[in-house]
């Protein structure tokens, strides 16, 4: 049973800087194929993919964050991050981490799902 839990979420200013994390247990020894994604849903608005990293360290973003968000792996940890730089007010929202066995980058049909942690920028 995968178990996927966020945190480092926070308010900020125009401007600031947040590095989240989601902690990812009960997969294993985490030798076989994972993808983790973040996702981030605002209020009244659908749940968007916003970065992702696969076991093979590749990562990919959406349009709307590239250059100011950075996904990174710690497999000593056993962590992902997600470091947000340059945040804007659009940027507020819950943010989720996810995690599953297939590739599914920035596509929200993941199988396992973190809590969430709000960021809002003011």
């Known amino acids: 049973h995968v178990q996927l839990v966020e945190s480092g979420g926070g308010s900020v200013q125009l401007g600031g800087s947040l590095t989240l994390s989601c902690a990812v247990s009960?997969?294993?020894?985490?030798?076989?194929?994972?993808?983790t994604g973040w996702l981030r849903q605002a209020p009244g608005k659908e749940r968007e993919g916003v970065a992702a990293?696969?076991?093979?360290?590749?990562?990919s973003y959406a349009d709307s964050v590239k250059g100011r968000f950075t996904v990174s792996r710690d497999n000593a940890n056993n962590t992902v991050n997600l470091m947000m730089n340059s945040l804007k007010p659009e940027d507020t929202a819950m943010y989720y981490c996810?995690?599953?066995?297939?590739?599914?980058?920035?596509?929200?049909?993941?199988?396992?799902w973190g809590q969430g942690t709000q960021v809002t920028v003011s």
């Open positions: 996810a995690a599953d066995v297939v590739n599914l980058q920035l596509a929200r049909m993941y199988n396992n």
């Open positions: 009960g997969n294993g020894d985490g030798s076989g194929y994972w993808c």
């Open positions: 990293i696969d076991s093979d360290g590749i990562a």
